[in-house]
C-alpha cells in the first residue's frame, strides 16, 4: 500500500491557553460542566495558570464574549460552556439558535478553535444527564475537541 500521509494531534495540553466561558444561567448545571472541562484539560496537562474562566450572563451573551477573547490572540482555544433548556415559549429556539451560529462563525472568522460545550435540551433530566451522569460530561467533551483541535491547527 503507497504511504498516506496522515496528521493526527498529541493529545497533550502542557503550554495551551484556555478560556472557559460560561454562563452564570443554569448555573448549577453550567458549574458541573467547567467542573468536566477543567478536570479534562488538567488531566491532559494542562497548568491551572494557562486556565481562566470567564463567567457570563447567559447563551445569548456567548458569541459577543467570544469574540473579543477570540480576537485578543491570548488563547489557543475557547470552551463555550452553559445550558439552553427549553421552556413554554419560543425564547429557547432564539436564544440556542444564535448562540450556536455566533459561536461557529467566530470560529471560522478569526481561526480560534471553540469547544461547543453549550447543552441545548428539551428537560432539566436530560441537561443533568450531560453534565456529568448517565450521558457523560459535555464540558469534558469540547474541552477534549477544543485541545485536539488546537493542537491539529498548529500542525497544518
Ligand atoms: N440563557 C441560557 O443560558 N439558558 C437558558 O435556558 C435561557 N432561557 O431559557 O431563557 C437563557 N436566557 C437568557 C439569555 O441567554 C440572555 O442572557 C438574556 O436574554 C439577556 O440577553
Known amino acids: 500500500m503507497t504511504h498516506i500521509k496522515t496528521i493526527e494531534a498529541q493529545l497533550e495540553a502542557r503550554g495551551l491557553k484556555f478560556a472557559l466561558v460560561a454562563t452564570r444561567f443554569n448555573d448549577f448545571i ?14 491532559h496537562g ?3 495558570e494557562n486556565l481562566t474562566i470567564i463567567r ?3 447563551a445569548f451573551e456567548l458569541p459577543v464574549v467570544c469574540n473579543k477573547i ?16 427549553r421552556g413554554a415559549t419560543p425564547h429557547f429556539d432564539f436564544v440556542a439558535s444564535e448562540a450556536t451560529k455566533g459561536i461557529a462563525q467566530i470560529a471560522l472568522a478569526t481561526g480560534v478553535p471553540i469547544g461547543f ?16 451522569s448517565k450521558a457523560g460530561n459535555k464540558g469534558a467533551e469540547a474541552a477534549a475537541a477544543v485541545m485536539e483541535t488546537a493542537r491539529i491547527l498548529e500542525l497544518i
Open 46 to 48: 494542562c497548568e491551572p
Open 56 to 58: 457570563i450572563p447567559g
Open 70 to 85: 477570540a480576537r485578543s490572540g491570548q488563547y489557543a482555544g475557547i470552551v463555550a460552556l452553559g445550558a439552553v433548556i
Open 30 to 43: 453550567v458549574d458541573r460542566l467547567i467542573s468536566g472541562a477543567v478536570d479534562y484539560l488538567t488531566r
Open 117 to 132: 460545550g453549550l447543552l441545548t435540551t428539551d428537560t432539566i433530566e436530560q441537561a443533568v444527564e450531560r453534565a456529568g
